[in-house]
Every structure is written in structure tokens, then in C-alpha cells.
């Protein structure tokens, strides 16, 4: 059986375009237990791998998937919004801006594990106070890294992007097919027809 091991929306609609049998699970790990020193590709490949060892005791034999998606810019880290105040803190210091989305995937499955982690350049617009309040107004924040999302409507505030739209959605599906590889599933083999 495969675990997407993620309570997110955007992930499990992503899995979702192939034709895979998957279940969703959230993971109990403490995600403060990792503590933020320089580089964030090892910062959020070492959350995934620990979302995947969360669950080894009960899913051992199964093939779980996890992911941590971050935002970096000004040498730290943007995760997800303590509250309203913090959202809106995060994007006004992220307007007129280039940030580095980064999505860390970890395929477990017994003994083995492989990781690996997506890219992509973000450009928003110069942003007023009025349109960070109309932004958070329109789009549930607290769920996503950095209180944004891309799809849709929330594309508004994105001038320009470099590299991978479903990486800032939180599941990269190159590096995911990528990865899947290693523990023989082609998603070659799980297109659904449109």
C-alpha cells in the first residue's frame, strides 16, 4: 500500500492525477524538534525524512511518502503563519522580492530511504498593507508555507516564478516520479486519461 503520509489538500490532488491507490495520514512528528542552522534543503529534506520515520513503527511494509515545503529569503526560513499577524508580516517582507521555494520529498519504504528536493524561484509583486489584508481575507493561510498559495486566484500576488509550479503547490511531480523509481513505480504506468 502506498501512505501519503500529509494532511494537505494540494498534495493528495496532486497524487491524485494518477491512477495510483494511495491513503492520506498525517504524521505525528514534532517538526521543532529540527532545528534551523543554515541550509534549507537540509533543513527540509531532515523534516521529511522524520514525518517518514514517524510512521515506521505501524507502516513499515508500506511505501510512504512525505514532503516539507519552505520558503527561504534573507538568509531564513518562512514556514507556516503562527497566526494572521505573522502572515502578514511574512508576506510585506517578501513583497517586491525573489524567495526560494523549496519541497523536500522522502520515499520510505522498510529499511530504505530516498530523498530528494525541488527548487523554484518566486518574484512577487510590490504589495500594499490594503492588498495583503484583501489577499488574507480571500485565502485560508495558516496551511501553507509562508501564508501563499499559487494556484488560482492566489497566483495574484506572483510577478514572475523559475522552476516547478506544483514544487510551491508542495509536490513536485518530477522529483516525486523520480524518486517513486527506486521502489519500482513508474508513474508512466498510472496516467489517467483526460
Same mark, same amino acid.
Given at each position: 500500500m502506498i501512505i501519503l503520509a500529509s494532511i494537505s +489538500?494540494?498534495?493528495k490532488e496532486i497524487l491524485g492525477y494518477f491512477s495510483l491507490k494511495f491513503k492520506c495520514l498525517g504524521s505525528n512528528f514534532d +517538526?521543532?524538534?529540527i532545528k534551523f542552522i543554515s541550509d534549507p534543503k537540509s533543513y /527540509?529534506? +531532515?523534516i521529511a525524512k522524520g514525518k517518514a520515520n514517524a510512521l515506521d513503527k505501524n507502516y513499515r511494509d508500506d511505501i510512504v511518502i512525505t514532503a516539507d515545503t519552505i520558503v527561504y529569503a534573507n538568509n531564513k526560513i518562512y514556514t507556516k503563519p503562527k497566526n494572521g499577524k505573522d502572515a502578514f508580516r511574512i508576506l510585506n517582507e517578501l513583497s517586491n522580492t525573489w524567495h526560494t521555494v523549496y519541497t523536500a520529498i522522502c520515499i520510505k519504504h522498510k529499511d530504505k530511504?530516498? @530523498? &530528494?528536493? +525541488?527548487e523554484t524561484k518566486i518574484l512577487f509583486h510590490a504589495l500594499t498593507e490594503d492588498q495583503i489584508k484583501k489577499y488574507h481575507k480571500s485565502?485560508?493561510?495558516? &496551511?501553507? %508555507? /509562508? #501564508?501563499? %498559495?499559487?494556484q488560482k486566484a492566489g497566483s495574484v500576488i506572483i510577478k514572475?516564478?523559475? #522552476?516547478?509550479?506544483y514544487n510551491v503547490m508542495g509536490m513536485p511531480i518530477n522529483t516525486?516520479? @523520480?524518486?517513486l523509481l527506486n521502489v519500482g513505480i513508474d508513474l508512466w504506468d498510472f496516467l489517467k486519461p483526460s
Amino acid at each position: 500500500m502506498i501512505i501519503l503520509a500529509s494532511i494537505s +489538500e494540494r498534495r493528495k490532488e496532486i497524487l491524485g492525477y494518477f491512477s495510483l491507490k494511495f491513503k492520506c495520514l498525517g504524521s505525528n512528528f514534532d +517538526e521543532k524538534s529540527i532545528k534551523f542552522i543554515s541550509d534549507p534543503k537540509s533543513y /527540509a529534506i +531532515e523534516i521529511a525524512k522524520g514525518k517518514a520515520n514517524a510512521l515506521d513503527k505501524n507502516y513499515r511494509d508500506d511505501i510512504v511518502i512525505t514532503a516539507d515545503t519552505i520558503v527561504y529569503a534573507n538568509n531564513k526560513i518562512y514556514t507556516k503563519p503562527k497566526n494572521g499577524k505573522d502572515a502578514f508580516r511574512i508576506l510585506n517582507e517578501l513583497s517586491n522580492t525573489w524567495h526560494t521555494v523549496y519541497t523536500a520529498i522522502c520515499i520510505k519504504h522498510k529499511d530504505k530511504i530516498f @530523498t &530528494d528536493i +525541488e527548487e523554484t524561484k518566486i518574484l512577487f509583486h510590490a504589495l500594499t498593507e490594503d492588498q495583503i489584508k484583501k489577499y488574507h481575507k480571500s485565502f485560508y493561510f495558516s &496551511d501553507k %508555507a /509562508a #501564508g501563499y %498559495a499559487i494556484q488560482k486566484a492566489g497566483s495574484v500576488i506572483i510577478k514572475n516564478m523559475l #522552476g516547478c509550479y506544483y514544487n510551491v503547490m508542495g509536490m513536485p511531480i518530477n522529483t516525486l516520479k @523520480t524518486l517513486l523509481l527506486n521502489v519500482g513505480i513508474d508513474l508512466w504506468d498510472f496516467l489517467k486519461p483526460s
